[in-house]
């Protein structure tokens, strides 16, 4: 599993921070913004140990530099309590985040993505009952434990496509049975409208049995009523 990339906070305008201009070698200040990369990326805290300096800077020799950092109240001299020595930035909490934080953030960065992959793929074992709306529609009547198995829905695993619901659009439409033309001359009744189980008429009957009204003959018009008359 490879390593969460680790970022560090730094201002837009850090090269002109009172406190950092302070110090007049310009190595010295780029050397500063080089261990807050460092900590971060290691999860110092802060600390970074004398040893380690050549993973820190490609300076051959940064003690000068440091020394002008530690005059300025930048870095400070300090011993951990395994011995090893090394320097403190000072205002390193003033930006930077913990490396306690940063791994709690990491881990629940993780336990989400993998919640939202497996939503998505249909498995709700690990959601959030009071987010995930398929649980609710599970757990509104019963409330034992719920498993991945719950009622489909939207989901990239079982959605859809338009083309298969036309397809199941046509299904309907050739299963149907044609509908029974009237003896009377009236409109077509299909058979579930013309009478239910117990022999009564549907509401809608009454409209079914009336004749369309014949067509009207324009010569019975005046000529002067009749179609391209002239006034």
């Excluded at 990369?37 to 300076?59: K, L, P």
């Excluded at 579930?192 to 509401?203: C, F, M, N, Q, V």
Aim: glycine content about 6%.
């Amino acid at each position: 599993m490879s390593k969460a990339r680790m970022w560090t906070r730094i201002d837009g305008n850090v090269l002109r921070d009172p406190n950092l201009l302070r110090v007049k070698s310009r190595s010295a200040r780029l050397l500063y913004i080089e261990m807050l990369c460092y900590s971060n990326d290691q999860g110092t805290d802060g600390f970074i140990e004398y040893a380690m300096m050549r993973s820190v800077t490609t300076v051959a020799r940064p003690s000068a530099l440091i020394d002008a950092l530690i005059e300025d109240g930048l870095l400070s001299e300090t011993t951990t309590d395994g011995g090893r020595k090394g320097v403190r930035i000072v205002a390193f909490f003033d930006d930077q985040l913990s490396h306690e934080e940063v791994e709690t953030r990491n881990k629940n960065n993780a336990l989400r993505s993998e919640r939202s992959r497996r939503h998505k793929a249909g498995d709700h074992s690990k959601c959030d009952p009071d987010r995930c709306w398929a649980l609710k529609r599970v757990t509104r009547d019963d409330t034992s434990d719920v498993s991945g198995d719950v009622p489909d829905h939207y989901t990239k695993r079982n959605e859809t496509t338009l083309n298969e619901v036309k397809s199941g659009v046509e299904e309907k439409r050739k299963t149907k049975p044609p509908a029974t033309p009237d003896p009377a001359g009236g409109r077509p009744v299909s058979p579930e409208k013309r009478k239910d189980s117990a022999g009564r008429a549907d509401e809608d009957d009454e409209y079914e049995d009336e004749k369309l009204p014949e067509p009207f003959d324009v010569s019975k018009l005046p000529p002067e009523f009749r179609p391209g008359a002239r006034w």
